[in-house]
């Protein structure tokens, strides 16, 4: 599974962005899919994840940080997730990845930066104060 991340860019604090991750696969719709981040000197984070269908019926883990400021979804019929980025701040600049997670997967919090399966290449996000 390949997997193309985009969307990233450089954004004042308040602006949004919204990230894509375009993925080559037809079975895409199975797939637990997450958001993680890295910024500089930094572990990566689990930002945000959603089980596939038929697999916890498309559950979402959001971590704390970005709760009620994005907001992470899938068009299956396009092999694409997505991440709504609102009310950027500073510490949201990282480089954002996107992943896959072989099913099953009953709960996106099951899912973490040591368990996913596929790794796409990054997209930059930086917000400026």
């Known amino acids: 599974v390949q997997l193309q991340a985009s969307g990233g860019g450089l954004v004042q604090a308040g602006d949004s962005l919204r990230l894509s991750c375009a993925a080559s696969?037809?079975?895409?719709?199975?797939?637990?899919m997450g958001w993680f981040r890295q910024a500089p000197g930094k572990e990566r984070e689990y930002v945000a994840g959603?089980?596939?269908?038929?697999?916890?019926?498309?559950?979402?883990y959001y971590a704390d940080s970005v709760k009620g400021r994005f907001t992470i979804s899938r068009d299956n019929a396009k092999d694409t997730l997505y991440l709504q980025m609102n009310s950027l701040k500073p510490e949201d600049t990282a480089v954002y990845y996107c992943?896959?997670?072989?099913?099953?997967?009953?709960?996106?919090?099951?899912?973490?930066?040591?368990?996913?399966?596929?790794w796409g290449k990054g997209t930059e996000v930086t917000v400026s104060s």
């Open positions: 992943a896959a997670k072989l099913p099953p997967i009953w709960a996106a919090q099951a899912m973490g930066p040591r368990n996913m399966d596929y």
């Open positions: 696969t037809r079975t895409f719709s199975s797939y637990g």
């Open positions: 959603i089980t596939g269908i038929s697999w916890g019926s498309n559950t979402l």
